[in-house]
């Protein structure tokens, strides 16, 4: 009885928020709505006794996913008055921490590599379960976690200087210096082109 009471509880509140999330003219308050859907969705894996995919749906699509989304809209809506290098005394902080997270994989590949072996689990009796999910993971997966986990950063990072403003002067060099490499010279007027 209480399990059907708290499955329609959920269920309604992720059928709210997903209304919500259609209604909603701002796009900030609609990925808000969205990440009310994702935890409902959550509560009511829990409720199916899944606490693996409920966490997962709770760190992945309600945190991470929805973090870049978030990002993207505010990207999206930058103010055309700031100049374009405001940000130009991080640019030090930012090697450095680079050069610390450089350090830090050395380090987490050189731990991998001297951690004593660990004994073999019983597979029958922990299959599927959170505990030992993540004792795989941060055991013998360790190292191609850490280097996925790199991997996103960097696609991170990539974006964010993909989606930086460039003024119109060295927008126009970028697309001239394009079109000379693809031989298209010529096309430099067309009104497709032009800026």
């Known amino acids: ?14 059928i709210a928020c997903a209304i919500s999330l259609v209604y909603h003219k701002n796009p900030l308050y609609s990925a808000i709505s969205l990440v009310g859907v994702l935890i409902s969705l959550a509560c009511i894996y829990v ?3 899944a606490p693996f995919i409920a966490a997962v749906q709770i760190l992945i699509y309600a945190g991470a996913i ?3 989304v978030v990002f993207v809209i505010m990207l ?3 103010d055309d008055d700031k100049p374009i290098n405001r940000l130009r005394h991080l640019y030090v902080f930012g090697g450095i921490m680079g050069v610390v997270l450089l350090a830090q994989t050395f380090f987490i590949f050189y731990a991998v590599n001297r951690a004593p072996k660990q004994a073999v689990v019983d597979t029958t009796e922990t299959v599927g379960n959170t505990l030992s999910i993540g004792a795989g993971m941060y055991t013998e997966y360790l190292l191609p976690v850490e280097i996925v986990g790199i991997l996103l950063l960097m696609a991170v990072v990539g974006s964010v200087m993909l989606a930086r403003r460039l ?3 060295q927008l126009e060099l970028v697309v001239d210096s394009e079109l000379e490499k693809r031989g ?5 007027d067309e009104y497709r082109i032009r800026l």
């Open 1 to 14: 009885m209480i399990t059907s009471a708290l499955f329609f509880l959920f269920a309604g509140l992720a």
């Open 47 to 49: 409720m199916l006794a």
């Open 66 to 68: 929805m973090v870049l």
């Open 76 to 78: 999206l809506n930058l």
């Open 167 to 169: 003024e119109q002067p």
């Open 184 to 188: 298209e010279g010529e096309l430099e």
